[in-house]
């Protein structure tokens, strides 16, 4: 059995995957703003540090696999801190941790939105790791409603699977044997699409911008799976994707890009 740190745990893909890996009879330790093992803000620098502190400490100092789920869609600023700086800090902390296991792997959840447009300003801000700065850029997003605000959240996975691309063949990851890749996946059944869904003007929308081919919206343990397999002992070779698993989006709206 393996110890797994996974983040987002209460709600959604990040509850479907501690379920999962811990039915296969594995350790995990949920992180989460409430309802989890160790209880701590993402957002912040001060939270990040905290929660791997205690995440490490619950783990008994040994941990082979993180799983960093959580994150939010919310057209302002804060959705920067959460889903880039509180994912790659959090990671990077981790990093050294991972490095003492047999088999240490890292999987961080994108986005079909990390393909849609964004502020190319504040993706650049982003991996150079000036947070004071992409706030600034996000906050200026904000100011010009939600739909420029919006731009904030797929700014935020384009950056994320960007770093999990240079990230992965550096002394941090690969040079420590932690192959590390991104999950994106299509429109999943979870709090964060349940209201936009509810509303079919909302549905509408998404389905036209994340058109799901095949076998149409997915359920969290879908992702979960996918995950669980990016972070077993069985994955020695896959490092730096992004895999879409989303339905048949990508290659619905990228067509014959590659
Ligand atoms: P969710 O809202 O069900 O779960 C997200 C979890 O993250 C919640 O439990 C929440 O408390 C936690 N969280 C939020 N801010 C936090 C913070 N500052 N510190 C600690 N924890 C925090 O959402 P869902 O759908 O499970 O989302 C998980 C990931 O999947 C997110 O990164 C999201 O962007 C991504 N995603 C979701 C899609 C969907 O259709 N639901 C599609 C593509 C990506």
Not at 96 to 124: K, T
Request: with cysteine; aromatic share 4%; charged share 20%.
């Amino acid at each position: 059995t393996r110890t797994y740190i996974v983040t987002g745990s209460a709600s959604g893909i990040g509850s479907a995957t501690a379920e999962l890996l811990r039915e296969r009879g594995h350790k995990v330790i949920g992180v989460d703003l409430r309802n989890a093992d160790v209880e701590a803000d993402l957002s912040t620098p001060e939270g990040r540090q905290t929660a791997a502190d205690r995440a490490v400490e619950a783990a008994g100092g040994s941990v082979d696999a993180v799983i960093a789920c959580a994150g939010i869609s919310a057209p302002i600023p804060l959705t920067v801190s959460v889903n880039f700086f509180g994912v790659t800090e959090f990671l990077d902390r981790l990093a050294p941790v991972l490095a003492r296991s047999e088999a240490p792997r890292a999987v961080v959840v994108s986005s079909m939105a990390s393909l849609q447009p964004n502020s190319p300003e504040l993706v650049d801000a982003m991996l150079a790791g000036d947070e004071a700065m992409a706030r600034q850029i996000g906050q200026k997003l904000a100011d010009q409603g939600p739909q420029i605000g919006y731009l904030n959240y797929p700014s935020s996975k384009r950056a994320l699977s960007r770093w999990v691309r240079r990230e992965s063949i550096g002394e941090r990851y690969a040079g420590n044997g932690i192959p590390l890749n991104a999950v994106a996946p299509g429109t999943v059944l979870t709090a964060m699409t349940r209201e936009l869904l509810a509303a079919p003007e909302g549905a509408k929308m998404v389905d036209e911008n994340v058109p799901m081919p095949l076998n149409g919206h997915s359920e969290p343990v879908v992702i979960a799976r996918l995950l669980a397999w990016l972070a077993s002992e069985e994955n020695t070779h896959l490092a730096g994707q992004t895999i879409y698993c989303d339905g048949g989006a990508d290659a619905s709206l990228r067509g014959d890009d590659i």
